[in-house]
């Protein structure tokens, strides 16, 4: 095998482009440095590479993401989890700009919940052509889920006393009774009543 052939080779593993490559054999002048291409489009969000920087195999020099779909973390309470599933889709909007809402779908339930905030992440996949959502934003991720027909109660009116919950109930010319229940699903300010209550 030739030398030329060899170094053909060399070039080549080091991701050397063909036209790189023919450009050296027809100019044949001697470059002490030639381009290195990324893999992918996008928008460098982090760099290390400096130039005259010693670098080793594996070293990060850049970080290259596309932009145009982005992830969207969200925190569930764990109590919401069983309601949620993969596909449901849900409005994000920024914080700056409520009345501007972008259509997303459940990507991914993380498994596991964070003891401290009771908590587990949800992934939210959106198109982002614009690139208006950036690395590191928050946003607010609306999510609605149909609960079907429910009894609830305004959130307020029931009483948390540490052993048990309970409601009063008004019977007219001042007669209260005092209800011991048991609490479901919490959708905005109402909360179900699972029993202790009827309707009406």
Do not use: C
């Not at 400096?50 to 309470?77: E, R």
């Amino acid at each position: 095998m030739s030398l030329l052939e060899v170094t053909r080779r060399r070039l080549a593993l080091w991701d050397i482009e063909n036209y790189h490559l023919r450009d050296l054999e027809r100019s044949a002048k001697v470059l002490k440095t030639l381009p290195i291409h990324a893999p992918l489009t996008g928008t460098v969000i982090t760099k290390t590479a400096l130039a005259g920087m010693h670098v080793n195999p594996g070293d990060q020099l850049y970080t290259i993401a596309d932009l145009t779909k982005i992830w969207v973390l969200a925190d569930i309470y764990e109590y919401e989890l069983p309601l949620i599933k993969k596909g449901h889709t849900a409005l994000v909007s920024l914080s700056y700009a409520p009345q501007n809402q972008y259509q997303s779908l459940i990507e991914f339930i993380y498994p596991t919940v964070d003891p401290e905030t009771r908590t587990a992440k949800v992934r939210f996949e959106l198109n982002n052509p614009s690139e208006i959502f950036k690395p590191g934003m928050f946003a607010n991720v609306e999510l609605t889920v149909p609960l079907g027909k429910r009894l609830a109660v305004p959130q307020n009116a029931v009483l948390e006393s540490g052993e048990r919950q309970i409601i009063f109930i008004h019977h007219g010319e001042g007669k209260l009774e005092w209800r011991s229940v048991k609490t479901g699903q919490r959708s905005g300010d109402w909360i179900e009543i699972l029993t202790g209550l009827h309707e009406g």
